[in-house]
C-alpha cells in the first residue's frame, strides 16, 4: 500500500480527531493529494484536497469550516483535521491522489455517535 491513513476512532458529535497520511513513496512530493470518505451503502467521494506546495484547493460542502487539510513534504505526511464532528461524517476515510489514483489501502474509521 502507497498511502496508508490513520487516526480514526470513535467520538461523540461535536468532538476532533486528526487523521494521518504517510507514505514511503517517492510520488508523495510530487503530486495534489486527497482525502477521500466512503459511508456504509454511498460511493466513495472527496473529502478534501491539497496542492503538492499545500495550498488547500478543495472542501466537499458538508465539511466547509469544519475541516482542514495539511501536508509536510518532507515527512510525507499529511493531515485532516476534522472538528464539530457529526453523525454524517461516519465513513472509512482514505488517501489517494486525485489526479491518478493509486491502489486504495485499509482506510481508518471514524464513527461519530453519542
Known amino acids: 500500500v502507497q498511502l496508508q491513513a490513520s487516526g480514526g476512532g470513535l467520538v461523540q458529535p461535536g468532538e476532533s480527531l486528526r487523521l494521518s497520511c504517510t507514505s514511503s513513496?517517492?510520488?508523495?512530493?510530487?503530486?495534489?493529494l486527497g482525502w477521500y470518505r466512503q459511508a456504509p451503502g454511498k460511493q466513495r467521494e472527496l473529502v478534501a484536497a491539497i496542492t503538492t506546495s499545500g495550498a488547500p484547493n478543495y472542501f466537499v460542502e458538508a465539511v466547509k469550516g469544519r475541516f482542514t487539510i495539511s501536508r509536510d513534504n518532507t515527512k510525507k505526511i499529511m493531515w485532516l483535521q476534522m472538528n464539530n464532528l457529526k453523525p454524517e461524517d461516519t465513513a472509512v476515510y482514505y488517501c489517494?491522489?486525485?489526479?491518478?489514483?493509486?491502489?486504495w489501502g485499509q482506510g481508518t474509521q471514524v464513527t461519530v455517535s453519542s
Open positions: 513513496a517517492r510520488f508523495f512530493g510530487d503530486n495534489a
Open positions: 489517494n491522489v486525485p489526479a491518478d489514483l493509486r491502489p
